[in-house]
Nanobody, 124 residues
Framework: QVQLVESGGGSVQAGGSLRLSCAAS????????LGWFRQAPGKEREGVAS???????SYADSVKGRFTISKDNAKNTLYLQMNSLKPEDTAMYYC??????????????????WGQGTQVTVSS
């Protein structure tokens, strides 16, 4: 049974940092692509960052230079280091796993498995 469990969300002031974690089980962690997505109230879920099984990373333009995605295959854990947070980063953050096409690494429709999400709130 596939499970993805996010943690590390919280409330922080603008300019602060948070590190999200996603513990995975039930599939071969090193063989799939993994991504972080977020959804703010009234908005569609959007891709934030992804890491391909080969290690290649992709980022949304809005987070480039501020967020870093990484994974630990030995621990079956995905991370998202978020620095210089802005109020517009406020959202529910989800991790996902799947086999997306190479050009669609940040497309939510390409991912099969999802966690329940962790809330990130950034105040100005």
């Amino acid at each position: 049974q596939v499970q993805l469990v996010e943690s590390g969300g919280g409330s922080v002031q603008a300019g602060g940092s948070l590190r999200l974690s996603c513990a995975a089980s039930g599939f071969t962690f090193s063989s799939v692509a993994l991504g972080w997505f977020r959804q703010a109230p009234g908005k569609e879920r959007e891709g934030v960052a992804s890491v391909h099984s080969a290690g290649t990373t992709s980022y949304a333009d809005s987070v480039k230079g501020r967020f870093t995605i990484s994974k630990d295959n030995a621990k079956n854990t995905l991370y998202l280091q978020m620095n210089s947070l802005k109020p517009e980063d406020t959202a529910m953050y989800y991790c996902a796993a799947g086999l997306p096409r190479w050009s669609l690494l940040l497309s939510r429709n390409e991912y099969n498995y999802w966690g329940q999400g962790t809330q990130v709130t950034v105040s100005s």
